[in-house]
């Protein structure tokens, strides 16, 4: 009863494969996390899921003009916020959890 | 660069991904974990531009200089207080950028090795409609949420007769598209299925609001990564698949966290309606009840004549950016060696965490900051708590009032301790709706006014005693 032929299914099954096992991965690290980080979490994982911005250079990649080309360029615009916003707005809250010395 | 070392090199990227965030699970390596995210980041960027097809070098530095400065600038100048909001506006980009990946691979399906124009595999068809619905429902609910943290609409939940048969109809319509679009690939279809989902998002977003708001970035976040990886899955790239899988499992957990510091199941809070102008009459009702008042001398005489003191912190410090005037405060009491520290309640803020960054920044050592199972057994051995800007989570109700809509939350057990310094701006009831009990308590002394101009005057008074 199949409705799509997956005509590459073996280049799905081992995305998939990639994807269930990297969930596990996702779901031990995380729990490990300290509470009082779950802001910084965040944000770098915002940070991190921009890496779709490797899509995007692939679009925007060729030299030729094409609707896909500005579609691209639009990502990598979007991404590249998300990069550098992500990151060092990361770096700027945790550099404020810092154990203080004593009579400060 | 050979297509097998680019790949070794992704494999790499997303390792780094995963010492990233396996660095957050302590203060003193996180900062590590961060750049080890950067350095991940950095080579798949590079990696990414070395491969035969990308060539563009010229517009895709302009594209990368546009976006890095413009982020840059909004990193840099934020308030901590604001965080929520940023966060929310982060995540509405990667579900736009998702969007415009989805319609690159639709428009060049041969840069991808997906097809040509008009015949991309099928499987990929799929693929690619699953990361455009999820990415433009992380794009709305995203904007959405930003407009509701930054106060440009109402906060309040918003609900409608049949809100749950529209959102189900919707997810039908978009269904069926996508079944079309598999079968037919017709151009229309895709930006039809990118309006639907944006309306989508929107509607699921506009039920949840107030205290709900935590669970909502959290979920936002996880979808974002839901969207990189149905990207992945489109492209075929195990990077995007495993970094989506990371965030968007990392995000599951934080919003399991939140629903649970709020003793509520992630269903209900995405069905929404919670919190807001409701159980008003209750407080009408109640109003006949007694208080004692007391001013910033009062607290400081009580403060100062105690050994130690809980400090339980709420969104209202932000609102109030208290926090400065607060550690100022605390400072004076620890150098007359009383024993200060910090209840954060797992809710408290707007974003998970929220409370320590806002600590953090007005440099609280994190060793004094303790979260509800840690803090809660020393409430009884506490002579004084002092409540600031926190509400809901200290309502003694929840525990035994079984008709009360916040009944089952676990709350910091602030009844418990001698005095109870309550800072607040009138008798309102917090964001759930819901009367506190412990304004009415003997033990309870009310502290009437803004939270920053309190703990400034509790100073001032603790300076002349």
């Not at chain 2, 208290?322 to 309640?345: F, G, S, T």
């Not at chain 2, 003997?442 to 703990?455: E, I, P, Q, S």
Request: with cysteine; net charge neutral; charged share 15%.
């Amino acid at each position: 009863m199949e409705i799509f032929e997956f005509t590459n299914s073996s280049v799905f099954i081992s995305g998939l494969t990639v994807f269930v096992l990297a969930c596990f991965i996702g779901y031990y690290v995380v729990w490990s996390v300290t509470p009082a980080l779950h802001s910084p979490l965040m944000s770098v994982t915002n940070a991190i899921s921009s890496v779709i911005i490797v899509g995007a250079l692939y679009a925007a990649g060729p030299l030729d003009n094409n609707i896909a080309k500005i579609f691209g360029l639009i990502a990598v615009v979007l991404a590249s916020v998300n990069i550098f916003g992500g990151f060092i707005v990361t770096y700027r809250m945790l550099s404020m959890f810092k154990k203080k010395t004593k009579n400060k | 660069m050979s297509s097998d070392l680019t790949l070794i090199l992704y494999l790499i990227s997303a390792v780094l991904f995963i010492f990233s965030l396996r660095g957050l699970s302590h203060p003193e390596s996180s900062r590590r974990g961060n750049i080890y995210g950067i350095a991940g980041m950095a080579l798949a960027v590079i990696t990414t531009l070395s491969t035969k097809i990308v060539i563009n070098y010229f517009e895709i530095s302009i594209a990368i200089i546009i976006g890095g400065s413009i982020g840059t600038l909004i990193a840099l100048r934020i308030k901590m207080t604001a965080l929520p909001q940023l966060v929310a506006a982060f995540h509405s980009l990667v579900g736009l950028a998702a969007v415009f990946v989805a319609a690159a691979a639709f428009y060049r399906p041969e840069a991808f090795g997906i097809g040509n124009f008009g015949d991309i595999h099928r499987s990929s068809l799929v693929e690619m409609s699953i990361g455009l619905f999820i990415g433009a429902v992380t794009f709305s609910g995203s904007v959405l949420a930003f407009c509701k943290l930054q106060g440009l609409v109402s906060g309040n939940p918003v609900t409608f007769k049949f809100q749950h048969a529209l959102n189900g109809l919707l997810l039908l319509v978009i269904l069926i598209l996508i079944l079309f679009f598999v079968a037919n690939e017709i151009e229309s279809y895709f930006w039809i299925i990118v309006i639907i989902s944006i309306l989508f998002g929107i509607l699921v977003v506009i039920p949840i609001g107030g205290a709900d708001m935590p669970v909502v970035i959290s979920m936002l976040n996880s979808y974002s990564g839901w969207a990189a990886c149905g990207i992945g899955f489109t492209l075929s790239n195990n990077l995007l698949i495993i970094t989506g899988a990371l965030v968007g499992s990392s995000g599951a957990i934080l919003s399991y966290i939140m629903s649970k510091g709020m003793n509520r199941s992630i269903i209900s809070v995405i069905l929404g309606g919670f919190g807001g102008e409701q159980s008003q009459t209750q407080s009408e009702k109640d109003s006949d009840k007694t208080f004692r008042q007391g001013n910033a001398e009062d607290a400081a005489y009580i403060l100062k004549n105690s050994e130690s003191v809980i400090i339980v912190p709420g969104y209202g410090m932000a609102v109030a950016q208290a926090q400065h005037a607060l550690r100022e405060m605390c400072d004076i009491l620890k150098r007359e060696k009383i024993k200060v520290r910090y209840a954060i309640h797992p809710v408290a803020g707007r974003m998970p965490g929220h409370m320590n960054v806002l600590l953090a920044e007005a440099n609280v050592s994190y060793d004094e900051v303790l979260e509800l199972e840690e803090i809660n057994p020393d409430f009884p051995m506490t002579e004084v708590s002092f409540v600031i800007g926190a509400n809901d989570v200290t309502n003694p109700s929840a525990k035994s009032d079984k008709s009360s809509p916040i009944y089952g939350m676990p709350i910091l057990d602030v009844e418990r301790s001698g005095t109870v310094l309550f800072v607040k701006r009138s008798l309102a009831t917090g964001y759930s709706g819901v009367d506190n009990d412990l304004f009415y308590r003997n033990n309870t002394t009310m502290l009437f006014g803004d939270a920053k101009k309190m703990c400034e005057d509790i100073v001032k008074s603790l300076d002349n005693i």
